[in-house]
């Protein structure tokens, strides 16, 4: 039985996710407790390489939501985000 709920904000155009906050149990234990956004990126590992070069580092491994993909880092402030990769399953080619 699950004894939390997780919140997430959706963008009232596309219905997408934005941002959320969800308590640090569970598969999320790792997760920081902070609003996170959601920057959505077109390779997430070409994003993680980007963001360690600059300084910043991962908070948590890459995680899984359906089909996409996605991952927790810090800048060297200590400002946290998450970068988002949603994967195309129709792989359909025009």
Known sequence: MVDH????MNSPET???VSGICHAKGEN??????WLPYF???D???SIAHVTQLGGELVA??????????????DPAGAVC????KVDICHCRF
């Open 82 to 85: 998450s970068h988002y990769q």
């Open 61 to 74: 491994e890459i995680k899984q939501a359906g089909n996409d993909k996605y991952v927790v880092v810090k």
């Open 5 to 8: 709920h997780d919140y997430v």
């Open 40 to 42: 959505l990126v077109k």
């Open 44 to 46: 997430l590992h070409e």
């Open 29 to 34: 234990d790792d997760m920081p407790a902070a």
């Open 15 to 17: 219905r997408e996710a």
